[in-house]
């Protein structure tokens, strides 16, 4: 028998499209400023506020801009207002333990590990806690295919 937390840990495209179906405002783990326009961590932001989600950045770096896609700029989840659909991380694998009391404070009701981002460790903490977890796909890509791009 599967433990009820497995669930929770997507990984079938079945799975996941329910998920994203009812994601309307994501929080960026990780998110860049214009400057790093070249960076993930910018253009797929970009990307899914052009396709109609709101986008709550957070920064993790020493940038001190003010806002990100015009959108005011948070450094930690916790401070973000509620709610937040799901946490899109731009974070390497082995940077993830250390933000994980942060994602749970925040209590989103995703995690996504953006392409590239495994940490299995982590992902199982966070679906033990009751959060679904996607872990090395492409939120922009995976959206997308939703004809929502």
Same mark, same amino acid.
């Given at each position: 028998?599967?433990?009820?937390? +497995?669930?929770?840990?997507?990984?079938?495209?079945?799975?996941?499209?329910?998920?994203?179906?009812?994601?309307?405002?994501?929080?960026?783990?990780?998110?860049?400023?214009?400057?790093?326009?070249?960076?993930?961590?910018?253009?797929?932001?970009?990307?899914?506020?052009?396709?109609?989600?709101?986008?709550?950045?957070?920064?993790?770096?020493?940038?001190?801009?003010?806002?990100?896609?015009?959108?005011?700029?948070?450094? =930690?989840?916790?401070?973000?207002?509620?709610?937040?659909?799901?946490?899109?991380?731009?974070?390497?694998?082995?940077?993830?333990?250390?933000?994980?009391?942060?994602?749970?404070?925040?209590?989103?009701?995703?995690?996504?590990?953006?392409?590239?981002?495994?940490?299995?460790?982590?992902?199982? =903490?966070?679906?033990?806690?009751?959060?679904?977890?996607? +872990?090395?796909?492409?939120?922009?890509?995976?959206?997308?295919?939703?004809?929502?791009?």
């Amino acid at each position: 028998m599967v433990p009820e937390w +497995q669930h929770r840990i997507l990984t079938a495209p079945a799975d996941i499209r329910p998920l994203l179906q009812g994601i309307r405002r994501v929080a960026v783990l990780g998110a860049r400023p214009s400057s790093h326009a070249h960076k993930a961590a910018w253009y797929v932001p970009q990307a899914l506020q052009t396709m109609g989600l709101t986008i709550v950045p957070v920064v993790v770096h020493g940038h001190q801009d003010a806002e990100i896609l015009g959108e005011p700029v948070y450094r =930690r989840l916790v401070d973000v207002p509620a709610p937040i659909d799901l946490v899109d991380v731009f974070r390497r694998a082995e940077d993830l333990p250390a933000h994980v009391e942060d994602l749970l404070a925040a209590a989103p009701r995703a995690v996504w590990f953006q392409s590239g981002i495994r940490n299995d460790a982590v992902a199982e =903490r966070l679906a033990r806690a009751g959060l679904q977890v996607v +872990q090395d796909r492409c939120l922009m890509v995976d959206y997308r295919q939703l004809g929502r791009g």
